[in-house]
């Protein structure tokens, strides 16, 4: 007989069928980076850094052949994939097994045999993160020099795949954006299409710490109109763009869940999305908020399907899907309100809560690949 749970909801009952349609599978391989980027999630978490050990990675890829309609495999999360000791044995088990591969990088530890060889593995997708140009100035993160390392990667990993003519992986960049470097946003998109990338991925920054409060550009103090129409242009000459909202709106909307996605963190423990796979604070529109770590289960004592199809993460993706949720962000009590403090719960009973999430306001994107035109972005 076909699983199915039943819940109580106000004076009825849902059955909720759950099915192993997983899409896309996240693996924090590392949490540990070369870089020390300032408005990176790293520097205030709470927990110890590790690696991700080999069989447990065995394991899991292992897991993933329970689900049919699985796109890829990406290595996200927070960390850098490439400090990994194993990280090229991972790239190539992956493809080995038959998976299409992104990831997301800064770039820098990224040799030039590493590159060719993503070229000639096939690998679908490389994200690169880069929020300036090496011809621009106020750098937020990488600073001139590492950006100019990571555009000499973007570059011949370009090269590489050319050679192999089957223009795998796609190029895409990743650009958080702020006060500082905001502006500057048609030179990087100029900049990228004319070294050929394919795409580009904008997301707004996200507070952790109150002196970052006042670096953001949704909170009405900006108008985008020129910056964006100059975008559009460039989109049209051949470069995707993938923008993020720019102001609160009531539209909600996570990537993570109409994409059915699972992130696994370097540990083994299973969460539905980047926002809770570490603990930390975050400032929501100045309002200081504590995100705690959330696992539905842990693959070393479950196999990912059993945690896929358990009760308990079953009901939270069919809560994300319906948006049954309260919208704290906009909410005339969110001052005077007990539950906004924590993402632990929220006052309809949601464990965890996404009612505050900036990622759902589509304010902050992460890379959630997605097919078209015969390129995964």
């Not at 242009?233 to 993020?244: D, V, W």
Request: glycine share 6%.
């Amino acid at each position: 007989m076909e699983k199915e749970y039943s819940f109580t909801l106000w004076d009825g009952k849902v059955i909720v069928k759950p099915k192993l349609d997983m899409k896309y599978l996240y693996i924090e391989t590392t949490s540990r980076c070369n870089l020390h980027c300032e408005m990176c999630f790293k520097q205030y978490w709470e927990e110890p850094e590790g690696d991700m050990d080999w069989e447990l990675f065995l394991k899991i890829l292992d897991d993933a052949k329970e689900f049919p309609e699985l796109k890829m495999i990406y290595f996200g999360g927070i960390g850098e994939p490439s400090v990994h000791p194993r990280f090229m044995d991972m790239v190539r088990e992956v493809k080995k097994r038959g998976f299409a591969l992104g990831m997301s990088t800064n770039g820098t530890l990224l040799t030039d045999k590493m590159l060719r060889e993503f070229a000639e593995l096939g690998v679908e997708l490389v994200y690169f993160s880069m929020d300036t140009i090496p011809s621009a100035q106020n750098a937020i993160t990488l600073g001139h020099l590492a950006a100019a390392i990571t555009v000499d990667k973007i570059k011949k990993l370009v090269k590489y795949r050319e050679e192999t003519g089957t223009h795998r992986p796609t190029v895409g960049v990743e650009v958080v954006i702020s006060k500082e470097n905001y502006a500057q946003l048609p030179e990087i998109a100029r900049f990228l299409l004319n070294i050929d990338v394919d795409a580009m991925l904008v997301s707004n920054l996200l507070p952790l710490a109150p002196e970052q409060v006042g670096d953001i550009i949704y909170d009405g103090e900006v108008d985008m109109t020129s910056i964006l129409d100059e975008l559009y242009k460039i989109a049209h000459n051949g470069l995707y763009i993938k923008l993020p909202y720019f102001e609160l709106r009531t539209e909600r909307s996570c990537d993570f869940d109409e994409n059915n996605v699972a992130v696994i963190r370097w540990d083994g423990e299973v969460s539905p999305c980047y926002r809770f796979l570490h603990s930390y604070k975050e400032y929501i529109f100045g309002r200081e908020k504590k995100v705690n770590a959330y696992s539905f289960g842990n693959v070393r004592e479950k196999s990912l399907a059993k945690i896929w199809t358990s009760e308990k993460y079953t009901w939270f993706r069919f809560t994300m899907k319906n948006y049954m949720y309260p919208s704290c962000t906009d909410c005339s009590l969110r001052d005077a309100c007990d539950f906004v403090k924590t993402s632990d719960i929220d006052c309809w009973s949601n464990e965890p809560s996404c009612a505050d999430c900036l990622w759902a306001r589509r304010i902050v994107l992460c890379p959630i690949p997605q097919h078209n035109f015969g390129k995964f972005y």
